[in-house]
């Protein structure tokens, strides 16, 4: 007999995988409903089974609260026990694909351009799974209704983690009246539920922790890997790829919100500001191994690194990254250097216990 998602979380549980908490156990059944409603026999209606509708989408779930409630975790242990065909997507990412399709539908002169996108998801998977559904885009804002409406109407199931209530989306944003529809979407097929947890996990894990590690060698690589697992809890991960005005930002390893990637793959790209604010709204915690001491020589690199630090810091994502030297001293001989001393105290900042707990 096939374990209930109560009977996996108990079993973590009592593994040491992960804290009881009661009010994440509380969405289990919500999500055993969903997960009972897709794995249900489609029932095929018509005429001997020919000219059949799409089957009516399951009733999703959009389960929000502040950051580190678990979240993300029950998510995962949801659509790993799911069998049906489904996707586990954060929903920055799988926005910037939808519009870059959208756009190539444009350029082969598509009347209707989302409609094809939407019928290419539908055609594939029968449950989407979103990490942090958050939008901020005008562009994103002005997709969603229509996208949605396309999936729903096809049989798409959504399940959603967000850190705020559908209300607040795109709060204040530009023509937002033209938005709100989506909001009156997302209830009519979503079951709201709020996450009350006392308990933020993440900040814990993070707690007093140190989060800038030099020099750089075998023991900042063994005290970042310390960290990655505690943030991640040993699961694989996965590659985030954003994609932004025809360019790709690239984080190698990626799970429940935290990301990981080199100095090199951020800084030593072709990358600009739109990237590393697509970056900033895409992760809440962010390490970056291996940053070098930067000289004259790096100059393009040092300048793309100030202006990754004050993407994060505006976006007030939490950094951990190892590094050749202390902030102060990564560059100190080159143009720019005025500039890099605003860096160099947003790095010495963003270690801070008080930052931190602002992040």
């Not at 799988?94 to 939407?118: C, G």
């Not at 810091?313 to 102060?328: F, N, Q």
């Amino acid at each position: 007999m096939t374990a209930t998602l109560t009977q996996i979380y108990d079993a973590r549980v009592a593994a040491g995988d992960i804290h009881a908490d009661a009010a994440q156990r509380a969405v289990l059944p919500m999500l055993e409903r969903v997960r009972a409603g897709l794995e249900a026999p489609v029932k095929k209606s018509g005429l001997f089974g020919l000219f059949t509708k799409p089957p009516e989408p399951v009733r999703g779930l959009y389960l929000w609260g502040g950051v580190g409630r678990g979240k993300s975790m029950l998510m995962d242990l949801f659509c790993d026990a799911v069998a049906a065909p489904k996707r586990r997507v954060h929903f920055h990412a799988f926005m910037q694909e939808v519009q870059a399709k959208i756009e190539t539908a444009r350029r082969a002169r598509v009347e209707d351009a989302i409609a094809p996108v939407a019928k290419e998801i539908a055609a594939e998977i029968r449950l989407l799974c979103f990490d942090e559904m958050q939008i901020t885009d005008i562009a994103d804002a002005m997709i969603v209704g229509r996208l949605f409406e396309l999936l729903f109407a096809a049989g798409v199931t959504v399940v959603t983690t967000s850190n705020r209530v559908p209300e607040e989306l795109y709060k204040n944003g530009l023509n937002r009246q033209l938005f709100v529809p989506f909001i009156g979407m997302l209830r009519a097929r979503l079951d709201v539920h709020e996450i009350a947890s006392e308990t933020d996990y993440r900040q814990h894990r993070l707690s007093g922790a140190q989060v800038y590690f030099t020099p750089l060698g075998a023991q900042a690589r063994a005290d970042m890997d310390a960290l990655w697992d505690e943030l991640t809890g040993h699961d694989e991960a996965n590659r985030l790829v954003l994609h932004v005005k025809g360019r790709e930002v690239v984080v190698e390893h990626f799970h429940n919100g935290v990301g990981r990637t080199g100095f090199d793959a951020l800084c030593g790209a072709m990358l600009g500001p739109a990237d590393y604010l697509a970056l900033a709204g895409a992760v809440r915690v962010l390490m970056i191994d291996d940053i070098p001491q930067l000289s004259a020589a790096r100059f393009n690199e040092a300048k793309r690194f100030v202006t990754l630090i004050d993407a994060l810091y505006e976006a007030k994502v939490r950094l951990i990254c190892s590094a050749a030297a202390e902030p102060e001293v990564l560059y100190r001989a080159g143009e720019g250097t005025f500039e890099f001393e605003r860096t160099a105290s947003r790095l010495r900042e963003m270690q801070s216990a008080d930052w931190a707990a602002q992040a």
